[in-house]
């Protein structure tokens, strides 16, 4: 009689404490309106919800540690403000952070920090590395606002169907929707300094174009050949690809 009382009452008292967890996670302690914020429900990629409360709660955990984390939900894309500064697939993250299993239930910090520090280490597809520094004297006019907004004016063109890009300075984060099979969204991430590197190559070759003519030769090729300096959130079709290739290759507003 009191162990089929006392199962019962387990499970009620579990449900209480994850539910409990799961609002203190979308709270304020967590900075603003909380990491989970802004998601949508079909988003855990084969997490269970508690894995899913265990991975948000990592994230606070080591965004109070002091690298601050801007997690975008709806392209899956964190942006991590750390040494080196770094964009990080959302899915991978909670894919490798699902493979390390009871481990990182028991201790989620630990586990977002490990997988931090192994993407800090090195880049990998699902994460780029942005570049800090950039030139104190403008090029060809142009201030870092001003270089990503033209980065940002040839990867997605105002005729472009299927992007939308933003730029913050040091990269350019790309939507790419196809509605072809198989339909869907991806994100492209772009490291400005990189495509700065090349600009900078390709002007001193061709000292008379102009900014835009110089971007739109150099911009398609480092999309086509698929980086170093950029990756997507997960590996991309080729219907995605083409999109973006197809996008660069309009011509000027």
Not at 93 to 102: I, S, T, V
Not at 114 to 124: P, S
């Amino acid at each position: 009689m009191w162990i089929a009382i006392a199962v019962p009452a387990a499970v009620v008292v579990g449900i209480v404490v994850w539910w409990l967890r799961r609002d203190r996670l979308a709270g304020p302690e967590t900075g603003g309106p909380g990491f989970a914020a802004g998601r949508a429900p079909e988003w855990e990629p084969g997490l269970t919800p508690e894995a899913d409360a265990a991975f948000v709660e990592g994230l606070g955990a080591y965004d109070a540690t002091g690298e601050a984390l801007r997690p975008d939900w709806g392209r899956d894309v964190l942006a991590v403000d750390g040494t080196p500064p770094r964009l990080i697939s959302l899915r991978l993250l909670a894919d490798g952070f699902a493979a390390l299993g009871e481990a990182a239930l028991h201790d989620p910090q630990g586990a977002v920090a490990g997988l931090m520090a192994e993407y800090a280490a090195a880049e990998r597809s699902g994460v780029l590395h942005l570049r800090a520094e950039w030139p104190a004297d403008e090029v060809d006019g142009m201030d870092r606002t001003a270089f990503a907004e033209a980065v940002r004016a040839v990867v997605c063109p105002p005729d472009a169907a299927g992007v939308e890009g933003f730029a913050d300075g040091a990269s350019l984060v790309v939507s790419v929707t196809v509605t072809e099979p198989p339909a869907g969204r991806n994100t492209l991430m772009l490291d400005l300094g990189r495509v700065l590197d090349l600009y900078e190559e390709a002007r001193e070759k061709r000292p008379d174009a102009t900014p835009e003519e110089v971007l739109r030769e150099i911009v398609p090729g480092m999309l086509a050949a698929g980086g170093p300096g950029l990756t997507w959130v997960r590996p991309p079709t080729e219907q995605e690809r083409h999109t973006v290739t197809t996008a660069c290759a309009l011509p000027p507003a």
